[in-house]
């Protein structure tokens, strides 16, 4: 919900102005405020009235708000939120190092024509961006292929999801691939498997595949007896132009269908 306000701030009038309202607006209207320009107000200069007890980690949209790096590490990820993550991770997903944090940050990445997805994902994870969402036209086997592409900020809290899903190899350089482990069982549910589903899948009415080509072939295995285990749910794994799936068995199809429908959007 965005609407236009006079609003003073540091002694200047700022209009017009993109308000980010919280989950009450009525209470939070000042407390995350930005200009539809370069205006940032840092974290240290944001004011509230508000005496309300509210839930601890509901912090808002925080687009072009500086969160230092004590907030940012004092910041915690509740268990949906965990839950999408990891199933981005299984997905396209991605977690990253950037050049100068030593702490990791969140980043996803959709063509324009998956856009009404890539946008519920921003909106689902807007506690946790310091920025609206990248556009860039890009080029595929050198035809255009635009993409959206979203970041989070960087959080201490994303260390364990990186020390699930990533281990390091040391060649002619170093490097950060991803792997299945049996760790991952704690993490799997219901919302993690439809954002599995949704990020990176083929189906039809009768099949569904889910894209595994970033892992090996044992990993896939390891995957498909975790879905059986957590979901009851009976899968194969098959090649298709070189590429690893797992695709789920015909007699599993209505209950996978009622496990992952109620998340899909």
Not at 112 to 136: A, C, D, M, R
Request: net charge positive; with cysteine; proline share 3%.
């Amino acid at each position: 919900m965005m609407e236009n306000y006079h609003v003073w701030f540091r002694g200047q009038l700022c209009w017009p102005l993109l308000l980010y309202l919280m989950d009450k607006p009525d209470l939070y209207y000042d407390l995350a405020i930005t200009t539809l320009t370069n205006f940032v107000i840092p974290i240290s200069q944001i004011l509230s009235r508000s005496t309300e007890v509210v839930s601890f980690g509901v912090t808002g949209s925080s687009n072009n708000i500086r969160l230092n790096k004590n907030s940012r590490d004092i910041t915690v990820f509740n268990n949906m939120i965990i839950s999408q993550l990891v199933g981005h991770l299984l997905g396209n997903g991605l977690l990253h190092y950037s050049r100068t944090s030593v702490t990791l940050y969140f980043v996803f990445t959709k063509t324009i024509k998956q856009f009404e997805y890539i946008w519920h994902i921003y909106l689902t994870l807007s506690s946790y961006y310091g920025k609206v969402p990248f556009f860039n036209l890009g080029l595929l086997k050198e035809m255009p292929h635009p993409f959206i592409q979203v970041m989070t900020c960087s959080y201490s809290a994303l260390t364990t999801l990186y020390k699930l899903f990533y281990k390091v190899s040391i060649t002619d350089e170093i490097r950060y691939t991803k792997f299945i482990n049996t760790d991952l069982l704690q993490y799997l549910n219901s919302i993690s498997l439809a954002y599995w589903a949704m990020d990176d899948s083929y189906w039809n009415p009768s099949r569904f595949y889910f894209k595994t080509e970033a892992f090996i072939f044992k990993e896939c295995y390891l995957l498909a007896a975790m879905l059986h285990y957590c979901f009851i749910l009976f899968s194969t794994i098959q090649l298709h132009e070189g590429k690893l799936m797992i695709k789920i068995a015909a007699k599993s199809m209505l209950l996978f269908r009622s496990i992952v429908s109620p998340h899909f959007i």
